[in-house]
């Protein structure tokens, strides 16, 4: 069993309580994992450890290609790990190996794309009035706390690290207390590459006793969460203390919106994959399913046909496309809305159970679960469940379909299924959402802005707007007139 401490200051340190937690796979119960489990004393400790990283300067006066060339060598150190990080991720999460090796190949490309734009980040210049210059530079904005959920932990860490530290900042990162241990690897890789003490400070634990610290603190500059709304609101409150600058990655209910029009086989795969991918446990999971009436007996036929090709299993096992869920505790949540949506009169088409069988055994298994006629009023469609659970809700024209889509405090993503061109852009023109797919569901890019709408975050991760949002904006004012002003002669 491997054993994992805490990064401060450049150095492995234990709990100042000395308390450790258990890591398992969720797949068998086996315990893969020692962690420290910090606490406010540890959490205290990481950010001194980084606001005298960020106030002595090292890393923001470090020459922005020299940061770039730091960040590519992080990239190159995931891909070398990439068998180990990938398996790692497999165990301690449950998704199959295949995503997770997506995944990994992911993360590295995330450092390669903001190593590239650390040496991109330009200011500007005017000269207003006469006789002056003025110009804009930017600058990091200081000591940023990053923390992040269970679903995709050492990709939510490149998302994280990589914006922020090719600005110039300095870091907390505080994985989920469920899966830490991809981003304590990562945390390995910092330091063989010789990063300066207390730039990246990675702390394990929960939520109320080191999370809640970190978004307090005066010492921070700012929080960049993602996880659950209901703890972004949390979050965003213990942030107002010193006006910490926000963002928030927060939950989504998704809708799927598939047109009569659609290529038919295409939209089936992808309305599976957006649903069942990760397990669902997937910000993004298309989880509400909107299929126009005169297609909607075909096209679920063809759905449930589909649905014994998702074969369960450890992730590790070759051919597996759905692994456990996180937790027993998650497990637990998920069945839950199984109930709810029988209860609600939605029809079960499938799944709602624990498979059977010695090798489900140990772990925290559902079957892929399929609800139809499920009505926009009712909780299994309105709320986050966050598992394997997919809502079917017929819709007659493209005018319901919309206001169907529209119809949840959350605005994070949406697909749209039509070979009428016009159509799927005049649709997508009013998802009021920050994420949209036309004719595909999932692909997620570098390159572009990550994000929601309402009550699914503030603010936005990748692309240029990622690195913005670790940056502060100064303006310099240069009088070129020699003269005194003489305003009071
Ligand atoms: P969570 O909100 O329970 O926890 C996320 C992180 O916050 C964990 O590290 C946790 O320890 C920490 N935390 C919990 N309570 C806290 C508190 N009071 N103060 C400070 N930190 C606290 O979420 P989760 O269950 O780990 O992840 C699932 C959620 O994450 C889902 O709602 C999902 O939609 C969301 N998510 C969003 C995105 C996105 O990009 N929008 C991506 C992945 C996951």
Aim: glycine share 10%; net charge negative.
């Amino acid at each position: 069993m491997k054993s994992y401490e805490m990064l401060v200051n450049g150095e492995w340190v234990p709990s100042r309580s000395q308390e450790r937690r258990e890591i398992r796979d969720p797949g068998n119960g086996e315990i893969l994992a020692s962690v420290a489990e910090g606490n406010s004393e540890d959490a205290e400790r990481a950010i001194q450890a980084a606001r005298s990283a960020f106030d002595q300067g090292t890393w923001r006066k470090t020459p922005a290609q020299e940061r770039a060339r730091f960040l590519f060598k992080i990239a190159q150190g995931i891909r070398l790990s990439a068998r180990e990080l990938a398996t790692l991720e497999v165990k301690n999460c449950g998704k199959p190996l295949a995503e997770a090796e997506f995944d990994v190949a992911d993360a590295a490309a995330c450092f390669e794309f903001y190593a590239g734009l650390a040496t991109k980040i330009h200011g500007e210049t005017m000269s207003v009035p006469a006789n002056s210059l003025s110009f804009v530079v930017r600058e990091p904005i200081g000591v940023c706390a990053q923390i992040i959920p269970w679903n995709f932990p050492l990709l939510m860490a490149a998302w994280k690290l990589a914006p922020a530290l090719a600005a110039g900042n300095t870091c907390i990162l505080k994985p989920s207390e469920l899966t830490p241990l991809t981003a304590l690897e990562l945390g390995k890789i910092f330091i063989e590459s010789e990063l300066p003490k207390g730039v990246l400070n990675i702390i394990t634990g929960t939520g109320p006793k080191v999370g809640e610290i970190l978004a307090s603190s005066s010492q921070v500059d700012k929080v960049a969460f993602t996880g659950g709304t209901v703890t972004g609101r949390r979050i965003m409150s213990l942030a107002t203390g010193n006006l910490k600058k926000i963002t928030l990655e927060l939950g989504g209910k998704n809708p799927n919106l598939v047109f009569a029009d659609a290529d038919f086989e295409a939209a089936v795969d992808g309305a599976l994959f957006a649903a069942f991918a990760n397990q669902g446990e997937v910000c993004s999971a298309g989880s509400r399913l909107l299929i126009e009436k005169s297609i909607h007996e075909s096209f679920t036929e063809a759905l449930l046909k589909k649905i014994p090709l998702i074969r369960l299993g450890h992730g590790l096992t070759p051919g597996v496309k759905m692994g456990p869920l996180v937790s027993k505790a998650h497990l637990e949540k998920v069945e839950s809305y199984v109930k709810l949506g029988v209860s609600e009169g939605a029809e079960l088409l499938c799944g709602g159970k624990r498979p059977e069988g010695k090798a489900f055994e140990h772990g925290f298994f559902l079957e892929p679960t399929v609800f139809d006629h499920v009505k926009p009023q009712m909780r299994i469609a309105k709320e986050e469940i966050f598992g394997p659970v997919l809502s079917i809700i017929p819709f007659e024209s493209e005018e319901e379909a919309i206001q169907i889509a529209n119809d949840t405090e959350y605005g994070l993503a949406a697909g749209v299924w039509s070979k009428n061109i016009a159509r799927a852009h005049r649709v997508v023109q009013q998802i009021r959402a920050g994420i949209t797919w036309i004719n595909t569901y999932h692909p997620t890019y570098n390159e572009l802005p990550w994000g929601g709408y309402k009550q699914s975050g503030m603010g936005r991760e990748l692309g240029l707007y990622g690195i913005e949002s670790y940056l502060e904006t100064k303006q310099v004012n240069v009088n070129l007139d020699e003269a005194p002003l003489g305003w009071y002669s």
